[in-house]
């Protein structure tokens, strides 16, 4: 009888670490196991992952900011000629604008879900929704960057074998602004990419 | 005391439950419990990932191979003139082939963990070294089917007021073959996209 009596003292915790593991009451099981366990881990990652959203949200609206507002007039020796680079003159830069924006606005969506993940560490619902919009935005930000990029190079540099002309010696502002945006965008998928490394590391049994 | 009894024949089953959420004899418990559990949805996603990376290798490999062989040679009415379309005359589409090309390597050595993660469902050390990479590949293929894309769109179309011409009417055949190459870079894309939900879904604990 004794040896059932050690066993149900035992039994006694077991409930609550499987609550634990589960949705709800992981808050105040983690408080009571103090910062041990991979609660405390968890609630860490989550902290970052609300910092690095801020940083990527600071990227990615830079990008949009700065390519959408690009714009310069020449005006040459007459009136008669007048020549103007904006970005929408290349579907590249609007589609840029567009993934750029649209990573900027799920973003500040994210952030919630963020906070929620925050308080409750050990959800797993939460983390899977933001592992699958995280690894979308990086493949949507970095076809937006990989495009820009094509284009801003070709600015830059022309290309002889095709005749395309470089026009950076003309507008040169208009391409230093549209460089900028392009590294801000990469710095955007870079963080997102470390989004899911977060999630990834969340979501692991520990 | 018959409240006792009762408690401990439900402990006895929460050691073996935790063992399975372990990453030693996983395989073990999971046979014993048949095909209920976590354990055999996390063996078919194990599955669908193998199915899928050979996908995505025949995507990533024929978008290298279409690419890096496009080649188009053009003969004018005299012999002192010849105009020639190669991927390399295009730093975009030189990014994209070393891309697309890195993204098929590593689908290649990334099929024995595949295997690995067949025969060990439950194991979380190769699914995060997966999804790590993985989403590495998203960012990398996304960037230069995006970089191509620009370039192709810029081929067919040209751009009127950067004075930048379509080229695809004299040079159709590389235009087709170069178009063909972004598609399936596209696809392949899309599938490591998939490659990471599948990771995250085999990470989350059930």
Chains 1, 2 share one sequence.
Request: some cysteine.
């Amino acid at each position: 009888m004794s040896h059932h009596h050690e066993s149900s003292t035992i039994n006694i915790q077991e409930p609550i670490k499987s609550e634990a593991r589960g949705k709800f009451g992981a808050m105040k099981v983690v408080k009571a196991m103090g910062s041990s366990g991979g609660g405390a881990l968890k609630r860490g990652l989550a902290i970052f992952d609300f910092i690095l959203r801020l940083a990527a949200l600071a990227a990615a609206l830079g990008a949009t900011i700065a390519m959408g507002t690009s714009d310069q007039t020449l005006n040459f020796f007459t009136q008669f000629f007048q020549f103007r680079a904006r970005y929408d003159d290349l579907p590249a830069f609007s589609f840029f604008v567009a993934a750029n924006a649209v990573a900027s606005g799920y973003l500040v969506l994210s952030l919630p879900f963020s906070i929620v993940s925050i308080v409750r560490p050990q959800a797993s619902g939460v983390r899977m929704l933001l592992i699958i919009f995280d690894t979308i935005a990086v493949a949507l930000i970095s076809a937006g960057a990989g495009a820009a990029a094509a284009i801003v190079y070709l600015a830059h540099k022309g290309n002889n074998k095709i005749n395309w002309a470089a026009i950076c010696q003309q507008f040169g502002s208009f391409c230093e602004r549209v460089s900028g945006a392009v590294v801000a965008s990469f710095i955007a998928a870079f963080i997102f990419i470390l989004l899911v490394f977060i999630s990834a590391a969340s979501l692991k049994k520990n």
